[in-house]
């Protein structure tokens, strides 16, 4: 009886929601992105509902949502498809079967999770890096780095990095065909994260600094300091990303402590020493015009979290605390933005001062995007727009890798 009162209550929650939760007007498919939010709000729920239990914590059941979708290395008539390891680290390469008369470009796609979820393994990541490999004759690395909250700051950073440089070796670009000049590191959502934090430090290592041609960020979570911009506002709850699950999930990356969350999403967090870095990620001067809107700027409230949680202030974390100088230093350049998502602001803000420093930068805001839309790029409920993400995403990879 049990079992069917949750079940009962679980779908009537679904329709409760499917039915009355309002989705932007200019949403493609809206349908389908209601069914999207929806389920991702019932998840939450039921997420709370079994941690208040004892029965599994928060992060736990979202892992076990994600698993269902795992792959397996499954080659094809284009792509041979292999698992294996660079040192200790898992990663799925993606080879192209045809013969090249020149050597084939290389990809590093870093997944997203808020450093707790997804995989290589994902059906829709390993969609896109299949479509990938295929369409641009590339060679594309996908590593599965350390997750949180079992693997604490800076661990995700540490091995993506130690990845790319194994890569980057030249017997193993030889061993795969790559083209030492035509290197992109990519990521999505906090894959972007890792993927901007890694450019920046490779670019700052002499023995790396010209190997990155380009970087590609797709609606990438790019700072902490400030929770309370106006997209992490506009969208507090969705679609599909609410801003409560978001901050839950990424501040396991820094600490299993429950209250540091709790305090991100007061935006009371940032230590008063760090407030020098306020200027990076203000809003009120870095956001073209239109995305400010009516909304007031306010400096986060001063806490005093930084001694038991360093990685709070951290570049490595938050890749728009670095200083111009630094940014002068970064490579061709791809971001694309979301604008019914969260982290719209982050990227915005990343576009304005790259290009204040002059890096060649080219953004696509997508004006009916919503965060995660490539995850929901195959059957059975795909959307348009992760399609088309994915598309510009590869057009540009071709015009430029």
């Given at each position: 009886?049990?079992?069917?009162?949750?079940?009962?209550?679980?779908?009537?929650?679904?329709?409760?929601?499917?039915?009355?939760?309002?989705?932007?007007?200019?949403?493609?498919?809206?349908?389908?992105?209601?069914?999207?939010?929806?389920?991702?709000?019932?998840?939450?729920?039921?997420?709370?509902?079994?941690?208040?239990?004892?029965?599994?914590?928060?992060?736990?059941?979202?892992?076990?949502?994600?698993?269902?979708?795992?792959?397996?290395?499954?080659?094809?008539?284009?792509?041979?498809?292999?698992?294996?390891?660079?040192?200790?680290?898992?990663?799925?390469?993606?080879?192209?079967?045809?013969?090249?008369?020149?050597?084939?470009?290389?990809?590093?796609?870093?997944?997203?999770?808020?450093?707790?979820?997804?995989?290589?393994?994902?059906?829709?990541?390993?969609?896109?890096?299949?479509?990938?490999?295929?369409?641009?004759?590339?060679?594309?690395?996908?590593?599965?780095?350390?997750?949180?909250?079992?693997?604490?700051?800076?661990?995700?950073?540490?091995?993506?990095?130690?990845?790319?440089?194994?890569?980057?070796?030249?017997?193993?670009?030889?061993?795969?065909?790559?083209?030492?000049?035509?290197?992109?590191?990519?990521?999505?959502?906090?894959?972007?994260?890792?993927?901007?934090?890694?450019?920046?430090?490779?670019?700052?290592?002499?023995?790396?600094k010209n190997k990155i041609k380009a970087q590609?960020?797709?609606?990438?979570?790019?700072?902490?300091?400030?929770?309370?911009?106006?997209?992490?506002?506009?969208?507090?709850?969705?679609?599909?990303?609410?801003?409560?699950?978001?901050?839950?999930?990424?501040?396991?990356?820094?600490?299993?402590?429950?209250?540091?969350?709790?305090?991100?999403?007061?935006n009371a967090h940032v230590p008063q020493e760090?407030?020098?870095?306020?200027?990076?990620?203000?809003?009120?001067?870095?956001?073209?015009?239109?995305?400010?809107?009516?909304h007031i700027y306010t400096e986060p409230v001063?806490?005093?979290?930084?001694?038991?949680?360093?990685?709070?202030?951290?570049?490595?974390?938050?890749?728009?605390?670095?200083?111009?100088?630094?940014?002068?230093?970064?490579?061709?350049?791809?971001?694309?933005?979301?604008?019914?998502?969260?982290?719209?602001?982050?990227?915005?803000?990343?576009?304005?001062?790259?290009?204040?420093?002059?890096?060649?930068?080219?953004?696509?805001?997508?004006?009916?995007?919503?965060?995660?839309?490539?995850?929901?790029?195959?059957?059975?409920?795909?959307?348009?727009?992760?399609?088309?993400?994915?598309?510009?995403?590869?057009?540009?990879?071709?015009?430029?890798?």
């Amino acid at each position: 009886m049990t079992n069917k009162t949750l079940c009962f209550a679980f779908f009537f929650m679904f329709f409760a929601y499917l039915n009355y939760v309002p989705i932007p007007g200019n949403i493609e498919e809206p349908w389908k992105v209601r069914i999207v939010d929806a389920g991702m709000k019932i998840s939450s729920l039921m997420a709370i509902l079994l941690e208040n239990m004892g029965l599994m914590k928060f992060e736990e059941f979202f892992v076990m949502l994600m698993g269902v979708q795992d792959t397996r290395p499954v080659s094809d008539e284009n792509i041979t498809v292999i698992d294996t390891d660079f040192g200790d680290i898992p990663v799925r390469l993606y080879l192209p079967k045809r013969k090249s008369e020149r050597q084939r470009p290389g990809i590093i796609h870093i997944h997203g999770g808020a450093y707790v979820l997804g995989s290589f393994k994902s059906l829709s990541y390993d969609s896109m890096n299949r479509k990938t490999a295929n369409k641009l004759d590339a060679v594309v690395i996908a590593p599965d780095y350390r997750l949180a909250p079992q693997h604490l700051f800076p661990a995700a950073i540490e091995d993506c990095i130690f990845v790319i440089k194994f890569f980057l070796q030249e017997k193993v670009l030889e061993k795969y065909g790559v083209d030492p000049t035509r290197i992109c590191i990519s990521g999505d959502s906090s894959g972007g994260a890792l993927a901007a934090a890694a450019t920046q430090l490779l670019k700052d290592d002499p023995e790396y600094k010209n190997k990155i041609k380009a970087q590609t960020l797709i609606y990438p979570k790019l700072q902490t300091i400030d929770t309370l911009t106006p997209s992490y506002r506009e969208y507090e709850h969705g679609p599909f990303l609410s801003r409560k699950v978001a901050i839950t999930l990424a501040c396991l990356y820094l600490s299993e402590d429950k209250e540091l969350s709790k305090t991100v999403l007061r935006n009371a967090h940032v230590p008063q020493e760090s407030q020098h870095l306020f200027k990076f990620v203000n809003w009120s001067d870095l956001l073209p015009e239109k995305y400010k809107k009516n909304h007031i700027y306010t400096e986060p409230v001063f806490g005093n979290l930084n001694a038991s949680h360093p990685g709070l202030m951290d570049s490595r974390v938050s890749p728009l605390l670095v200083n111009d100088s630094q940014l002068q230093k970064l490579p061709l350049t791809y971001i694309l933005t979301c604008e019914h998502d969260i982290l719209r602001d982050d990227g915005l803000i990343y576009v304005t001062r790259l290009r204040n420093v002059g890096v060649p930068i080219t953004h696509d805001h997508i004006e009916d995007g919503i965060h995660g839309a490539m995850l929901f790029s195959t059957a059975p409920l795909h959307l348009q727009l992760g399609l088309r993400l994915i598309d510009k995403y590869i057009t540009w990879l071709k015009e430029n890798l």
